[in-house]
């Protein structure tokens, strides 16, 4: 192919975040504030410290991007064009002190409690083309948890 062919071929848009701010794309990372008055680290970010009620701006930093399942449930009824059933859960960062709501992508009859998780990013929604990202975890490939998957 020749380069004025290859010029012509419009390049597919970039994907863009469900909302800024939330997450870095490159690599996949939530952004988190860490208060500077008491060291709470808060997800998403916040103007305010919700533990010591100290007014930001607090320093913004990208957090961990693996943690463990605390808690979950199946949600089986969802807003249309949601497939169901899949599986929503409270996920700890651990080394961040954070619980982060998300969506995980595994099959219900698979999830526990304690389950090593990872951060990836997936398409929520395609706009006129541009896709939408959203955050959501996947079982961690390193962990024994992967074992039940195989």
Known sequence: MNANV????????DP???????????????????????GTTTFPTREFCPA??????HPVRALERSGSVFSYTVVHQAPGGRRTPYVLGYVDL??????????IDIA???????????????EADNVEGI???????????NSLYSEVLK
Request: charged letters at 20%; glycine letters at 6%; one cysteine or more.
């Open 16 to 38: 863009r975040p469900i909302r800024d701010g939330l997450f870095l794309m490159d690599p996949p990372s939530l952004l988190g504030s860490t208060c500077t008055a008491c």
């Open 52 to 57: 010591c009620f100290t007014d930001g701006p």
């Open 108 to 122: 219900p009859d698979q999830i526990r409690i304690g389950a090593r998780v990872s951060l990836v990013l997936r």
């Open 6 to 13: 290859q010029s012509s071929i419009p390049k597919p848009p």
């Open 94 to 103: 651990e080394l961040d002190r954070v619980r982060v709501l998300a969506q």
């Open 131 to 141: 896709p939408i990202l959203n955050y959501a975890f996947v079982p961690d490939s």
